[in-house]
């Protein structure tokens, strides 16, 4: 009877996988010539220029919302100083309003047309129902 063994696997060598070649960066190194900048031998910046590129994306897009929340802060302060001011305005024209219905200042105001209160108190007028 044959004794059983584990077979071992073929050693394949593993290749080294080819890069592609970004169509932005090769465009960008031919454009501006980013090679030149950072010399022949120094590549990085060249091979990562498009997680550099969204990034720099990314900020542009932080920094805008940053400045829209302040803009918006400052409004809603505007705001909230002119709801004050108004509320203040409502509160002392209730007040004057109240107080010139008040018995004693339409007195005060009447008082140049010659007229002013009765004297005598009210007396009560009685109707009897058969004389209606």
């Known amino acids: 009877m044959a004794k059983n063994t584990f077979r071992e696997p073929e050693r394949i060598p593993k290749q080294k ?3 592609r070649r970004l169509k ?3 465009w960008l190194n031919d454009f501006i010539g980013l090679d030149r900048l950072f010399g022949e031998d120094n590549a990085w910046p060249i091979r990562h220029i498009d997680r550099i590129l969204w990034i720099t994306f990314l ?4 920094i805008g919302l940053n400045h829209n929340a302040e803009r ?3 409004r809603i302060q505007r705001t909230k100083t002119q709801v004050d001011e108004l509320r203040s305005q409502y509160t002392v024209l ?3 309003f109240m107080k010139s ?3 004693s200042e339409i007195t005060k105001r009447v008082a140049g047309l010659g007229l002013s209160d009765s004297q005598t108190p009210p007396h009560k007028i009685v109707v009897k129902s058969d004389e209606h």
């Open 17 to 19: 996988k080819q890069r």
């Open 24 to 26: 932005l960066a090769s």
């Open 59 to 62: 900020l542009i897009v932080y």
């Open 72 to 74: 918006l802060v400052r």
């Open 94 to 96: 209730n007040a004057d």
């Open 101 to 103: 219905g008040k018995q």
